[in-house]
């Protein structure tokens, strides 16, 4: 259908590799760049889908395969879109991708796990460290060592370093921290711009205990306290302690709908919780989830997954709004004030752990197109230009049903464009 035509995605979360797959699968060449060392975006860090309950790396595995399977489609990770010039049809990128400054020639990366340098693991965000050379994640799309130059060329010197290397270098595992990054153009018919979404940062809500009480955490990071590949490998424990948890408070709405925050519904926040309670009740059937929400909404068919989750007697629905958070500077206890709506009556609680449902903040309002005449909501939302088609959550918060589906339409919409021209 489209010949010659080049398709260029910018994001390999799931909306990415959806039109990237979609669009190859019908003839047309498809150029797919991710920021980060690996595809599946925020998906990957998931520990389960809402309403099903099943694990992330299942429906992502299906996409790698139709992508290692597809000559049409070519992914550069560590690659950033630098610069997009021309029309509909006739576009020139400019490609920056960043080097790995490691190659695995072995096919196996047992001996990385002797490396005497740490970083920070930004996949658990923040929660734990990893290897300054590893695998991204265990199901990580490419299977390829990243290491991180900074953090090794500063340790340099250090007790164990230098003979690391070296036992890697004698098992095949190259490193090249001088390695430059390499910059390139391409002629591209028409763009998919995913570059997805970022969660508000927490630490903004100054009343709510992030960054001040060691047991407050946000949805994400319950994401993956909960995964059997997180820092606790699955246990839901207390940052503070280790100590098991049987009380959690979800605070809904943790800088959504707030004027002075982000004055929008990020649409998914409600079914994340209430799928984040279940992990609590099957962790600990005796441990008690309670949620404070605003408004909690389960659009359209999800509504029988809400059925299901507050039929639980050990899930509690408070309509209210939580306004404090502080710390017990004894036991690290959460203490929680606000007002419950319904009854009127003052909020004072106390729970093991809190988690703040922080909303979604698309990249694109911090990180523009780089491109001309591209529109903008007052959010920073893509309002799609011809062209440059927008999908996912950097045209508005969806869920990942819906950025499936939103994919598919820019892909056709690309297809479009090449076509005639």
């Keep these: 259908m489209a010949g010659d035509k080049t398709v260029l995605v910018v994001g390999g979360g799931i909306s990415g590799i959806t039109a990237a797959v979609e669009a190859a699968e019908v003839g047309c060449k498809v150029i797919l760049v991710e920021k980060l060392p690996y595809l599946g975006g925020r998906v990957a860090q998931l520990n389960k889908y809402f309403p099903k309950l099943c694990p992330p ?15 049409d489609i070519t992914v550069y990770t560590r690659a950033e879109v630098v610069n997009i010039s021309g029309t509909a049809g006739n576009y020139k990128a400019t490609i920056k991708v960043t080097p790995r400054y490691v190659e695995d020639h072995t096919a196996t990366s047992k001996c990385v796990e002797d490396c005497p340098v740490e970083i920070t693991n930004e996949f658990n965000y923040g929660m734990d460290k990893t290897k300054a050379v590893s695998l991204p ?85 319950m994401e993956r306290l909960a995964a059997p590949s997180g820092p606790t490998k699955g246990e839901i424990l207390r940052p503070s302690d280790g100590k098991k948890v049987n009380s959690i408070a979800f605070v809904q709405c943790a800088g959504s709908r707030d004027r002075n925050h982000l004055p929008y519904c990020s649409s998914i926040c409600c079914l994340a919780s209430l799928k984040q309670a279940t992990y609590l009740r099957d962790y600990n059937p005796e441990a008690q989830a309670h949620i404070f929400y605003i408004d909690l909404r389960a659009y359209g068919r999800f509504e029988f997954f ?116």
């Excluded at 299942?58 to 399977?69: A, D, Q, V």
């Excluded at 490419?142 to 230098?162: E, S, Y």
């Excluded at 703040?356 to 939302?381: C, H, R, W």
């Design 137 to 221: 994640y265990e199901m990580a799309y490419p299977m390829n060592l990243v290491a991180d130059r900074d953090a090794l060329l500063k340790a340099k010197g250090q007790p164990g370093v230098a003979e690391f290397m070296e036992a890697c270098n004698a098992k095949g595992i190259r490193f090249n921290l001088d390695a430059a990054p390499e910059t390139f153009d391409l002629d591209v018919s028409s763009v998919v711009w995913a570059t997805g979404w970022r969660p508000y940062d927490a630490k903004k809500l100054t009343k709510l205990g992030f960054g001040t009480c060691a047991n407050v955490i946000t949805n994400v990071m």
């Design 306 to 421: 809400f059925d299901r989750v507050r039929n639980d007697d050990k899930i509690l629905l408070t309509k209210g709004k939580i306004v404090s958070i502080t710390e017990d500077p004894v036991t690290k206890n959460v203490i929680l004030e606000g007002e419950d709506i319904l009854s009127g009556q003052k909020i004072r609680r106390t729970f093991d752990m809190a988690v703040l449902a922080t909303g979604m903040q698309p990249n694109t309002s911090l990180e523009k197109i780089p491109a001309q005449n591209v529109k903008y909501d007052e959010f920073g939302f893509v309002i799609s230009d011809e062209g440059i088609h927008a999908t996912g959550v950097s045209k508005r918060p969806m869920d990942v049903g819906t950025c499936l589906q939103d994919a598919t339409g820019a892909a056709l919409k690309a297809l479009q464009d090449t076509v005639g021209r």
């Design 57 to 71: 790396t299942c429906g992502l595995e299906i996409n790698y395969k139709r992508i290692r399977r597809n000559p």
